[in-house]
């Protein structure tokens, strides 16, 4: 394999692979959000 073929790739599998783990992390965030605040709601954690 060429080498500019294979840093073409590299880099295409960093950027897909921060891509997805960002997404993933910002939904865990909202999940968290949404559990803290029916939480709150049934007065099971303090507000």
């Known amino acids: 394999?060429?080498?500019p073929t294979r840093i073409g790739?590299?880099?295409i599998m960093?950027?897909?692979g921060a891509y997805f783990g960002n997404t993933?992390?910002?939904r865990f965030t909202m999940l968290t959000g949404r559990a803290q605040f029916f939480l709150q709601?049934?007065?099971l954690?303090?507000?």
């Open 24 to 26: 993933v992390l910002f």
């Open 9 to 11: 790739r590299l880099f």
């Open 45 to 47: 954690i303090p507000m």
């Open 1 to 3: 394999m060429q080498a």
């Open 41 to 43: 709601v049934l007065k």
């Open 14 to 16: 960093v950027a897909l």
